[in-house]
């Protein structure tokens, strides 16, 4: 590459950044700069951006309940996650909202929620198999929004698949996001997305960047999965650390010297 965009390169293999995805943005920057006369630095900006996209908040949809649903490998902080996305609603939004507990498997998960419940002053039911759901959902018809939560296990159990998307069928879920840590590593990332790919429809949550020293995970995340990334957590805090994905803030984060 000429010197400006070797630059380019070797910042963002620095900030972890595959090589081979590096090299691939680093082509197409030079093929645009040259044939249209344009800044490198302007066009690898937009180049990012571009792959990042556009985040999939969660917006409430008006006189019709919506259901949420969160899943996610095991150890990576979904529970919290969705704790924190509640705050969110209940609090910002100011929406009246119940939460399905679907973990059965992981010791006090009940306990967990329903201590965050408390203080929200919302609502909780634990179901034990996906056909609870219905019955759960019924006793939340008058909610805005319902949020579900799903037992944290590896992503290529076959019987944990089956039951999500049972649980997505019979909850007719409206939006699915799956919490993917950034602390992991790429080879693990790419087994996940790959187990998750029966899925047709979801965003990713992003969560433990503060353990995560380098932002080429969200690059590389963007790329395998396709799908927009949408949260990201930066913390332990409930219910403070979570926030809304910034391509560009990211994508400077990635082109830092």
């Known amino acids: 590459f000429p010197g400006k965009i070797s630059a380019l390169y070797q910042r963002m293999v620095k900030n972890g950044v595959e090589a081979g995805l590096a090299n691939e943005i680093c082509i197409e920057t030079e093929t645009i700069a040259d044939s249209r006369n344009a800044d490198p630095d302007e066009v690898i900006v937009n180049l990012l951006k571009d792959l990042l996209g556009n985040p999939?908040?969660?917006?409430?949809?008006?006189?019709?309940?919506?259901?949420?649903?969160?899943?996610?490998?095991?150890?990576?902080?979904?529970?919290?996650?969705?704790?924190?996305?509640?705050?969110?609603?209940?609090?910002?939004?100011?929406l009246n909202i119940g939460i399905v507990n679907a973990d059965s498997f992981r010791v006090a998960a009940k306990e967990h929620i329903k201590a965050y419940c408390e203080i929200l002053k919302t609502d909780m039911i634990t179901i034990y198999k996906p056909e609870e759901l219905k019955d759960a959902l019924d006793a939340f018809a008058d909610k805005d929004m319902v949020l579900i939560d799903t037992a944290g296990k590896v992503s290529d159990d076959k019987q944990y698949l089956m039951d999500l998307a049972k649980l997505i069928n019979i909850g007719k879920v409206d939006d699915i996001y799956i919490t993917l840590s950034a602390a992991t590593s790429e080879r693990v990332l790419r087994t996940a997305i790959k187990n998750y790919s029966f899925l047709k429809?979801?965003?990713?949550?992003?969560t433990k960047t503060d353990e995560a020293p380098d932002r080429g995970v969200f690059l590389y995340l963007a790329k395998i999965s396709g799908r927009?990334?949408?949260?990201?957590?930066?913390?332990?805090?409930?219910?403070?650390?979570?926030?809304?994905?910034?391509?560009?803030?990211?994508?400077?984060?990635i082109l830092e010297k």
């Open 56 to 94: 999939h908040p969660i917006e409430p949809t008006k006189y019709r309940r919506k259901t949420i649903m969160l899943a996610g490998p095991t150890g990576v902080g979904k529970t919290t996650t969705l704790i924190k996305l509640a705050y969110m609603l209940v609090y910002r939004e100011k």
């Open 228 to 253: 927009p990334l949408s949260y990201l957590t930066t913390g332990q805090n409930v219910p403070d650390d979570i926030k809304l994905m910034d391509s560009s803030e990211i994508a400077e984060s």
């Open 201 to 206: 429809n979801y965003s990713i949550i992003v």
